[in-house]
C-alpha cells in the first residue's frame, strides 16, 4: 500500500508541476506585466526598476522555480485589472462556486440514483423509455441553453425565481453563505439545475448500467428465490451494489463542475470563480487566469488522487496490479 500511494502522490506532484509550467508560460510570455502595471505617465527608468524588482531579468528556470515556490505559498501576485491581492479575489469567490457545486452534485445523486433504478427496473415501460429519452436529450443540450430555458420558465414567464445573482449572503469567518439566508436559498436554485442536468443523466444512466447487471447475478436470484420481498431486493441489496461506481463517478465529476461553472455563472451572472475567470480572460488579467488554471487544476488531480487510493483501499487487487506494473516497468 506504501509503493502504491507513493506513486501516485508521485504521478499527481508531475502532472501539477505540469500545469504550473503551463501556468508560467501563460504569466510570463502572454503580454508584458511591467505595460499592465504600471500607468501612463511611468518613465522608462519606472519600468526598469520594476521590471528588476519582479524579477523578470531572471532566467527562464530561476522564474520557473520562483512561481512554483510562490504557487505553493498561495502567491500568485497582484490582480491587473483590480489591483488586489489575486488569492484575496479567489478567497472571495470560492465560497459562491463551492456552494452551486455541492448543490448540483446533491440534486445529481438525489435524481440520478432513483431515476437510473426506475429505468432498469422497468426498463420496458413507457415511463422507462420516457426518461430514456430524456437523458438523451439532457446528454445533448448545452448546459448555457438549460440556463436561458429555466430563466424564461421560471423567472420570466412564472416569477417564481430570480434569474440572476446570488442574493443575501451571511458571513461566517471569511466564509460568505447563502444558504442561511431565503434570497440566497432561492437564488441558488436555477444555476443548481442548470449547473446539474448532465450530471444527472450520467448518474442514471451509469446507475442503469450497473443494476441491470447485478440483477442478474446468482446472489439477487438466490434472494428471491428464498422468498425477499422484491423492493427490497431492488432497493436495498441490488442498488448497494452499484453506488461504487457511482461515488467513483461523482468524485470525478466535482473537478468538471467547478471547471465548466463558469458557463453557468455567466449565463446567472453568479459572482464566482467562474465568473471571475471570465472577467479575467476579458481585461487579459494574467494572474488571475494563472491562479484559477492552478487551482482548478489541483482540486482535479486531488480529487482523483483521492479516488484511487479509497479504490485501492476498497479492492487490494487494483493496488498490487499497479505496484507489478510499475516494477515490470521499471
Known amino acids: 500500500m506504501i509503493a502504491f500511494l507513493l506513486k501516485r502522490t508521485a504521478n ?16 510570463r510570455f502572454f503580454g508584458d506585466p511591467v505595460e499592465m502595471m504600471v500607468n501612463e505617465q511611468a518613465t522608462q527608468a ?3 526598476e520594476l521590471r528588476e524588482r519582479l524579477g523578470l531579468n531572471d532566467g527562464f528556470l530561476t522564474q520557473y522555480t520562483r512561481f512554483v515556490t510562490n504557487a505553493v505559498q498561495g502567491n500568485f501576485g497582484i490582480s491587473y485589472r ?26 445529481s445523486l438525489l435524481v440520478g440514483i432513483p431515476l437510473g433504478v426506475i429505468t432498469a427496473v422497468y426498463r420496458d415501460s413507457r415511463l422507462a423509455n420516457a426518461l430514456q429519452l430524456g437523458s438523451i436529450v439532457g446528454v445533448s443540450l448545452p448546459s448555457f441553453v438549460v440556463g ?24 461566517i469567518g471569511w466564509w460568505s453563505t447563502g444558504f442561511l439566508t431565503p434570497s440566497g436559498r432561492a437564488a441558488l436554485v436555477l444555476p443548481a439545475i442548470s449547473l446539474s442536468t448532465f450530471q444527472v443523466t450520467l448518474v442514471m444512466r ?10 442478474r447475478t446468482d446472489y439477487i436470484k438466490f434472494a428471491r428465490a428464498r422468498g425477499v420481498p422484491t423492493r427490497r431486493v431492488q432497493w436495498r441489496h441490488a442498488l448497494r451494489n452499484c453506488l461504487m461506481p457511482v461515488i467513483t463517478l461523482t468524485g470525478m465529476q466535482i473537478g468538471n463542475l467547478i471547471a465548466f461553472a463558469l458557463v453557468t455563472e455567466t449565463v446567472f451572472q453568479w459572482p464566482g470563480m467562474g465568473m471571475l475567470f471570465i ?3 476579458t481585461f ?18 486531488a480529487l482523483n488522487t483521492v479516488v484511487d487510493i479509497t479504490y485501492a483501499w476498497v479492492d487490494p487487487r487494483l493496488r498490487d496490479d499497479t505496484v507489478r506494473a510499475g516494477g515490470a516497468n521499471g
Do not use: C, H, K, W
Open 12 to 27: 499527481a506532484v508531475f502532472v501539477m508541476l505540469a500545469v504550473a509550467l503551463l501556468a508560467f508560460v501563460i504569466f
Open 46 to 48: 519606472d519600468r526598469v
Open 82 to 107: 483590480n489591483q488586489q491581492d489575486v488569492m484575496v479575489l479567489i478567497q472571495d469567490r470560492l465560497p459562491a462556486t463551492f456552494e452551486l457545486v455541492l448543490v448540483a452534485t446533491v440534486i
Open 148 to 171: 436561458i430555458l429555466l430563466i424564461l420558465a421560471f423567472s420570466v414567464s412564472l416569477g417564481l425565481l430570480p434569474a440572476f445573482g446570488r442574493g443575501e449572503t451571511v458571513d
Open 206 to 215: 451509469l446507475v442503469r448500467a450497473e443494476m441491470l447487471e447485478t440483477l
Open 279 to 281: 472577467q479575467a480572460v
Open 284 to 301: 487579459v488579467d494574467i494572474p488571475v487566469m494563472a491562479a484559477y488554471l492552478m487551482i482548478v487544476s489541483f482540486i482535479f488531480v
